[in-house]
Nanobody, 128 residues
């Protein structure tokens, strides 16, 4: 049974930084791509960032490109999201997710239907 647990959320002022982490258990962590999504109040869940199973490809939503950085540690079975220059519009619950397909070498990561397992989410609030 695959489980994903996010941590690192909190309250931060605009312009500040936060680092989210997601710890995975169960399954073969290094074989799967991983993603971060977020859901703001009253809005649909949206793609934020993803990293392929090799760790060589990263993908970002335009709204976070250049500010957020995704990374993975296949020894610790964690995926992280470094968030810099935070804006009030980044306020949301952030979720990590694991891809359905092992060894996926495609470049399409934005649809949440591509992911089979999800964490419970961590709240990020950015004050103006």
């Amino acid at each position: 049974q695959v489980q994903l647990v996010e941590s690192g959320g909190g309250l931060v002022q605009a312009g500040g930084s936060l680092r989210l982490s997601c710890a995975a258990s169960g399954g073969t962590f290094s074989s799967y791509g991983l993603g971060w999504f977020r859901r703001a109040p009253g809005q649909d869940r949206e793609f934020v960032a993803a990293i392929n199973w090799r760790g060589t490809g990263t993908y970002y939503a335009d709204s976070v490109k250049g500010r957020f950085f995704i990374s993975r540690d296949n020894v610790k079975n964690t995926v992280s999201l470094q968030m810099n220059s935070l804006k009030p519009e980044d306020t949301a619950v952030y979720y990590c997710a694991r891809n359905r397909r092992a060894f996926y070498d495609g470049t399409y990561y934005t649809a949440d239907g591509l992911y089979a397992y999800w964490g419970q989410g961590t709240q990020v609030t950015v004050s103006s």
